[in-house]
């Protein structure tokens, strides 16, 4: 039985990514009425089954351009922006997504009569990185803060989940490569978050549950290094690589290059990132400004990664089915 529409309406940016269409699904499970406010709306035709009929509506919207911000934001009774990019490709740069386009949706809510926004930023944002992508979140998150003090800030660690960038593109190299790289040699630290976690974590704050003005940083239950990651990937796709440790000297040569392959599998900026580790901090642990804090209990990556990585094993999901014949 679906829930019944509440009447609000909140205005998706980025509601057809990766983390964009998950926030969808849990607003529309709520009763919201959802506008997707995407680049391409003629590709975010995966978004209408997440809802009821007419629930989930997408409309043109790009942050380089003020008036289709605007439009986007008019009539919404709440606006969250999931819009983000892991590397700068042609106009779509750091600059005017991560760090200009809050701002512009800040500002555009504020026009729209509301008090705060939810954003989503990363953890590392830090104006002072060597990495352009930090800190263009940093700038970000300033923009949208000084414009609405009441906005909502989540810092999710690495996300993954069924389209995550992270596991799915090592698990792809594994089909290929006898060898994967460990970039920086593998000791950066990251506490991997489940994508449906952060989309409650989003929706909790469009119901104002969340306390307004406040920064949330979004883990996982487990602290895993760069390996341990590609061990649990190589684990669940029943695969054997060796794992290379590859010093940062050597990383930052290897981004330079990679950066302008297609899909751009490793940029410099990336190595920059991996410099630091990506975790929640003791702050937001003793504040509870985190996903246990706020009553939603993270998601282990052995829970998850089987649903969505078994097809990179030598026969697909069908070795699950073998392994229990025999």
């Known amino acids: 039985m679906s829930t019944p529409l509440n009447g609000k309406l909140v205005t998706v940016f980025g509601g057809s990514g990766f983390l964009g269409r998950h926030i969808v699904q849990a607003l529309s499970k709520r009763g919201y009425r959802v506008r997707a406010a995407v680049r391409r709306p003629d590709l975010a035709n995966h978004l209408q089954p997440l809802g009821a009929p007419g629930q989930i509506m997408a409309v043109q919207a790009n942050l380089r351009h003020r008036w289709s911000v605007d439009r986007a934001v008019q009539g919404a009774d709440a606006v969250v922006n999931a819009v983000g990019i892991l590397?700068?490709?042609?106009?779509?740069?750091?600059?005017?997504?991560?760090?200009?386009?809050?701002r512009a949706i800040a500002e555009a809510a504020r026009?729209?009569?509301?008090n705060g926004i939810t954003h989503i930023s990363a953890i590392g944002a830090d104006p002072e990185s060597?990495?352009?992508?930090?800190?263009?979140?940093?700038?970000?998150?300033?923009?949208?803060?000084?414009t609405l003090p009441d906005s909502i800030i989540l810092r999710p660690s690495i996300v993954f989940g069924p389209e995550d960038n992270f596991f799915n593109q090592f698990a792809g190299m594994a089909?290929?490569?006898?060898?994967?790289?460990?970039?920086?040699?593998g000791e950066t630290k990251f506490q991997p978050v489940y994508v449906c976690d952060i989309a409650e974590a989003v929706a909790r704050a469009v119901d104002g549950t969340l306390q307004p003005g406040s920064v949330y940083e979004l883990g996982g239950p487990e602290i895993k290094s760069f390996r341990d990651c590609l061990e649990d990937m190589l684990e669940v796709t029943q695969r054997s690589r060796v794992l290379l440790p590859i010093p940062f000297p050597v990383s930052e040569v290897m981004g330079k290059v990679m950066q302008y392959m297609p899909g751009s599998p490793l940029t410099a900026d990336q190595v920059e990132l991996l410099k630091k580790d990506n975790v929640v901090s003791e702050a937001a642990i003793s504040e509870g400004r985190t996903l246990s804090g706020i009553?939603?209990?993270?998601?282990?990556?052995?829970?998850?990664?089987?649903?969505?990585?078994?097809?990179?094993?030598?026969?697909?999901?069908?070795?699950?089915?073998?392994?229990?014949r025999t």
């Not at 590397?87 to 809050?102: I, L, N």
């Not at 009553?295 to 073998?322: C, M, N, V």
């Open 130 to 146: 060597a990495s352009a992508y930090a800190r263009s979140k940093a700038v970000g998150e300033t923009g949208v803060l000084e």
């Open 175 to 185: 089909r290929i490569s006898p060898v994967l790289p460990l970039v920086g040699g």
């Open 111 to 114: 026009a729209a009569g509301l």
């Open 87 to 102: 590397a700068p490709t042609g106009k779509q740069s750091f600059d005017a997504v991560q760090a200009f386009g809050p």
């Open 295 to 324: 009553g939603i209990e993270p998601t282990t990556l052995a829970a998850i990664l089987p649903s969505y990585l078994d097809r990179f094993r030598e026969h697909g999901q069908y070795d699950a089915h073998k392994a229990n």
